[in-house]
């Protein structure tokens, strides 16, 4: 199946996999919301986000670098303006990824005190009430050790489970930084086109 995956794509003279992206002018890269933005500093298209990110993923561990088809290319100046956003966009989604590994340990944190804390008291409420109890005590000091146990648990299953999925977006967002793209003239672009991949046969569809 994985050599298939790879079979999908062409590579670059130093063997490494071409995530191709095939667009009629570099404005179809960029969120439209603020036109007026340089390039350094707008927003990439929401569908060759997700392209990236799925090709990316689906490559796995093997070295890859984007190429851009563009019917209209810019100057010199303005791929390396493009090439800084690509970097700086991947290099934000990391941060945002960071930022919610820390809340994750925050509240792991919150959840373990705040449990500690009820067990604590459910410790010594049982101590307090004795063997001798009501059914109403006995309700309430129980559901003390339950919500103790339900509070350590969720702060467990926090820190142990919830923050891998972030650990490895952060690792995939941090290669695709990392990425120096490169770009081609592509006649064979339509004017009508809209962002897609170079050939339609190749890693997974952008709309």
């Known amino acids: 199946m994985k050599k298939d995956v790879l079979n999908r794509y062409d590579r670059d003279r130093d063997g490494n996999i071409l995530i191709d992206v095939a667009a009629e002018k570099v404005e179809e890269l960029y969120s439209d919301f603020d036109r007026s933005a340089p390039y350094i500093r ?13 090709c990316a993923r689906e490559l796995g561990n093997e070295s890859f670098t984007i190429s851009f088809t ?7 100046a303005g791929l390396s303006r493009i090439r800084g ?25 919150i959840l373990f005190c705040i449990g500690f804390a009820i067990l604590s008291i459910s410790v010594w409420v049982n101590r307090w009430l004795g063997p001798d109890r009501t059914v109403v005590a ?3 000091a129980e559901g003390l050790i339950v919500a103790a146990w339900v509070s350590l ?16 977006n952060i690792k995939l967002y941090k290669r695709l930084a990392a990425v120096q793209p490169v770009f081609r003239s592509g006649p064979e672009v339509s004017g009508d ?15």
Do not use: T
């Open 193 to 207: 086109a809209a962002l897609q991949p170079a050939a339609s046969d190749r890693g997974p569809q952008a709309p």
């Open 153 to 168: 648990w969720e702060a467990l299953a926090s820190f142990l489970i919830d923050w891998f999925p972030c650990l490895r």
């Open 85 to 109: 956003s690509v970097n700086n966009f991947f290099l934000y989604l990391v941060e945002v990824e960071q930022q919610k590994v820390r809340q994750m340990v925050r509240r792991s944190l």
């Open 70 to 76: 563009l019917a209209q290319p810019p100057d010199e």
């Open 42 to 54: 707008r927003d990439l298209d929401p569908e060759l986000v997700d392209y990236l990110i799925g």
């Open 138 to 140: 006995h309700v309430f």
